[in-house]
């Protein structure tokens, strides 16, 4: 089993940054890739960004490209996603994630790719 807890959401004005942070405990984590997603009222979860289990590659949706920036540092079992030009529609509860075993990277955009998540911390973004 991997627990994972998300903080740094907040309440921020448009144009400005944030950074996620996700905090694994339970089975190793060092060797699993992890992602970012989110969800906005009445809408699907989406993939927001994934990065491999030692940060040899990262992808992101396009909506967040040039934007953010997720990372790892698998000696304190944290993941991160730095949110900077944050605008209104990337106000969302944000989720990460972590797999059991390696991914494509069509696998790694995908939610039913998961096996772990965390409870989600919310995001808002005011214009």
């Known amino acids: 089993q991997v627990q994972l807890v998300e903080s740094g959401g907040g309440l921020v004005q448009a144009g400005g940054s944030l950074r996620l942070s996700c905090a694994a405990s339970?089975?190793?984590?060092?060797?699993?890739?992890m992602g970012w997603f989110r969800q906005s009222p009445g809408k699907e979860r989406e993939f927001v960004a994934t990065i491999t289990w030692s940060s040899t590659s990262t992808y992101y949706a396009d909506s967040v490209k040039g934007r953010f920036t997720i990372s790892r540092d698998n000696t304190k079992r944290t993941a991160y996603l730095q949110m900077n030009s944050l605008k209104p529609e990337d106000t969302a509860v944000y989720y990460c994630?972590?797999?059991?075993?390696?991914?494509?990277?069509?696998?790694?955009?995908?939610?039913?790719?998961?096996?772990?998540w965390g409870q989600g911390t919310q995001v808002t973004v005011s214009s």
């Open positions: 994630a972590a797999s059991r075993g390696s991914l494509s990277t069509r696998q790694a955009m995908s939610v039913t790719s998961y096996d772990y």
């Open positions: 339970g089975r190793t984590f060092s060797n699993t890739p």
